[in-house]
């Protein structure tokens, strides 16, 4: 079974600061890593994903995440923050043989403030 | 394409009343999914469908039934609503096995009274 930590319910932050939303996860099998964003009012949408290859993944929007075998982990990172990313941000795993099955962290709510 | 639509947007319900979570996709996906999102858990699986005709439970199945006669419908039925089910629920699909990106829909959020 698969399970993920994301130890920061909220993050709060002034505009053009850096930020790490950290997660951990930990499973038995190889896993795929996923970042989903949600904005207020709104659905899930993917972020960035890790599959295999390059453990340094980006998304069209300045996030950046590291898949890091050894700790688990896959920090999601941004070197500066705007006010539009201002979202609840979740990670999430599944195991490689079952992408269709996610399991979600409990979320991060980034607040960016002016 | 409208991706993944969802009705309604919101409902209310008074205890042991029940109803039907619409989700739709217009994608030909096989599999589509049903979370339900709370403060602090993020979100959970209910069900799941790898197919027209295939349906299997998720991590929370309980209070709920859904069915999947068609490819593109998978409705989420309460059949006697309690309090505790109080919460936005979020219909999802894939393409197929093994794809990696989940499409979610816009949610449902639910009240029980």
């Known amino acids: 079974a698969q399970s993920v930590t994301q130890l920061d319910s909220q993050v709060p932050v002034f505009e053009e600061a850096p930020v790490e939303l950290r997660c951990n996860y930990s499973?038995?099998?190889?896993?795929?890593l996923f970042w989903y964003v949600q904005y207020p009012n709104q659905g899930l949408q993917l972020l960035l994903k890790?599959?295999?290859?390059?453990?340094l993944v980006e998304s069209i929007n300045g996030f950046e995440a590291e898949f890091n075998k050894s700790q688990t982990s896959f920090h999601l990172r941004k070197p500066s923050v705007h006010i539009s990313d201002t979202a609840e941000y979740f990670c999430?795993?599944?195991?490689?043989?079952?992408?269709?099955?996610?399991?979600f962290g409990t979320g991060t709510r980034l607040q960016v403030f002016p | 394409n409208a991706g993944v639509t969802q009705t309604p947007k919101f409902q209310v319900l008074k205890t042991g009343q029940s109803m039907t979570l619409q989700c739709a996709q217009d994608?030909?996906?096989?599999?589509m999914s049903w979370y339900r999102q709370d403060p602090g858990m993020g979100l959970r699986l209910i069900h799941y469908?790898?197919?027209?005709?295939?349906?299997d439970q998720g991590e929370v199945p309980n209070g709920y039934n859904v069915s999947r006669s068609t490819t593109e419908d998978f409705p989420l039925r309460l059949l006697s609503a309690a309090p505790s089910q109080t919460s936005v629920y979020f219909c999802?699909?894939?393409?197929?096995?093994?794809?990696?990106?989940?499409?979610f829909g816009p949610g449902t959020r639910l009240t029980v009274l």
């Open positions: 999802a699909s894939t393409p197929g096995q093994n794809t990696d990106t989940q499409y």
């Open positions: 499973s038995s099998v190889s896993v795929y």
């Open positions: 469908s790898v197919g027209a005709g295939i349906t």
């Open positions: 994608m030909n996906h096989e599999y």
């Open positions: 999430a795993v599944s195991p490689f043989y079952n992408t269709d099955k996610l399991i």
């Open positions: 890790y599959l295999s290859g390059s453990t």
